[in-house]
Each structure stands twice: as structure tokens, then as C-alpha cells.
């Protein structure tokens, strides 16, 4: 894999997520510019979130973030990675160490034990075999359901459930935690418990970059960037962010 350039410009440690100029346009014919040039700088510990409406790019922002899609021009370095620059098994093992996923739905396994379904989150991020359970049942008492690691996903609120997705997000020690309305599936009550866990987490020194159609949620990041007609902005978030409807 290729080595973390050095920054002797800044003095420290590189930032969690770098974009220079990364964009991402789709083949036509015509080509659609779904995501257009941008800089986005997300320190180690901070807490972004992210407000656009429905087709404004947020989506693909977020698959660029993670690894899913690699952009069509610019730079994206992660952790100081250029991401461009690695193979894609390289880049699929940089995803699995690097970056935790929670998403709207949880993509749990129904018959499997909350224990279960964050050890085999572990399978393929190189964790080795005889850590993973230790890994597993330590996140899950992070998340405060050390009581409930036997029980399947049917037998738990949607609030545990998505407690569980986080758990399985954390397990393998990631740098950054990307989350896709992680409460977008809850009722008041389990979106503030979700939304307390996630302001640990970040208290804790967790990165964190939170995807939400709710200003309320939006408000609880540190930054607000906005996406809108696939340019992202930093400048107009305050004023678009009390534009964006709730779900």
C-alpha cells in the first residue's frame, strides 16, 4: 500500500478526510457532472454534518467518502492515503480499516445474535480471528447493550438495532464513523438516544460525518456543509440549512 505522504507544510498529523478538487462526472452520452469540484479539509475529532435536499448529490458525496466510488478528477486523500493511487484491493482494505458505516437501515442479520453480527463484521478487515469476539463485545458495551449481545435483531427495538450497526461500525477501530441518517428509521425517542451515543463518541475523539435532512440533527455537528446541484458549500450551510424540510 502506498506510505502516507509526510505534510511538512501543516506540522501534524494528516487530516481524516482531504479533498482537492474532487468531483465526480458520470459517462453519457451526455456525461452528468453528479458531483462538481470541491475542497473539503475534516480534522481528526471534529463532527460534520451534512444538509442538502433530495438529488442535491448527497449521495454520492457519500460514496466518494467512503470509498465506494472513486471520483473522475481530483485528489482525495484519507488519513494522508491518496486514495487514487491504490489498487483496488488496496483500497478496499484502506475502507475496511478506516472507515465505520451506519446507515438509515441497519442491514442486520435477522438470525443472527447482535454478538454475531458484529464479529462477522470483522471477517474481512483483517482482524484476526481470536479478537474479533473480544472486539465485538466490547463495542457492544460501548453502545450500552452488553446486556443484550445474545439477542437477535426481531427482538430488538429499532433503537438497539441501530446500536448494533454502530457497534459493528466501531468494532474494527476506525478513524472515521460515516453515517447516512442514522435516525432516519427511529421515532423521537430512539433518534435522541442514537443522536446522545454519536455525541459520546465524538466527545470520546471519534471523527464523525453525519448525512441528515433534519436541521435539528444538523445542528448538533460542529460544521454544517451543504450540498445543493452537486456543488458543496461551507459558506451558505447556515442559511441552507434552515431550507432543508425534515423527513
Known amino acids: 500500500?502506498?506510505?502516507?505522504?509526510?505534510?511538512p507544510d501543516r506540522?501534524?498529523?494528516?487530516?481524516?478526510?482531504?479533498?482537492?478538487?474532487?468531483?465526480?462526472?458520470?459517462?453519457?452520452?451526455p456525461p452528468v457532472?453528479?458531483?462538481?469540484?470541491?475542497?473539503?479539509?475534516v480534522e481528526a475529532g471534529e463532527f460534520v454534518t451534512v444538509v442538502g435536499p433530495s438529488g442535491s448529490g448527497k449521495s454520492t458525496f457519500l460514496n466518494i467518502a467512503g470509498l465506494l466510488d472513486a471520483p473522475t478528477e481530483g485528489t482525495y486523500l484519507l488519513d494522508g492515503y491518496d486514495t487514487g493511487a491504490l489498487k483496488d484491493a488496496d483500497r478496499t482494505a484502506l475502507r475496511g480499516r478506516r472507515i465505520g458505516f451506519v446507515f438509515q437501515s441497519f442491514h442486520l442479520l435477522p438470525h443472527r445474535s447482535?454478538?454475531?453480527?458484529?464479529t462477522l463484521s470483522m471477517v474481512y478487515n483483517g482482524v484476526p480471528r481470536a479478537e474479533r469476539g473480544v472486539r465485538a463485545r466490547d463495542a457492544l458495551t460501548r453502545v450500552g447493550l452488553a446486556h443484550r449481545v445474545d439477542a437477535q435483531p426481531t427482538r430488538l427495538s429499532g433503537?438497539?438495532?441501530?446500536r448494533v450497526a454502530?457497534?459493528?461500525?466501531?468494532?474494527?477501530?476506525?478513524?472515521?464513523?460515516?453515517?447516512?441518517?442514522p435516525t432516519g428509521n427511529l421515532d423521537t425517542v430512539n433518534a435522541a438516544t442514537?443522536?446522545?451515543l454519536l455525541d459520546e463518541l465524538?466527545?470520546?475523539?471519534?471523527?464523525?460525518?453525519?448525512?441528515?435532512h433534519d436541521p435539528g440533527v444538523a445542528a448538533r455537528g460542529g460544521r454544517t456543509v451543504t450540498i445543493r446541484d452537486g456543488f458543496l458549500s461551507e459558506a451558505e450551510a447556515a442559511t441552507a440549512e434552515s431550507q432543508v424540510p425534515a423527513p
Open 1 to 7: 500500500m502506498t506510505a502516507a505522504p509526510q505534510d
Open 11 to 29: 506540522g501534524r498529523r494528516p487530516a481524516v478526510i482531504e479533498f482537492r478538487q474532487v468531483g465526480l462526472t458520470y459517462p453519457g452520452p
Open 33 to 41: 457532472a453528479a458531483f462538481k469540484p470541491c475542497d473539503l479539509r
Open 114 to 118: 447482535a454478538l454475531e453480527n458484529v
Open 159 to 162: 433503537g438497539e438495532r441501530q
Open 166 to 181: 454502530i457497534a459493528r461500525a466501531l468494532a474494527a477501530s476506525p478513524s472515521l464513523l460515516l453515517c447516512d441518517e
Open 194 to 196: 442514537v443522536l446522545r
Open 202 to 212: 465524538h466527545d470520546d475523539g471519534m471523527t464523525v460525518l453525519m448525512i441528515t
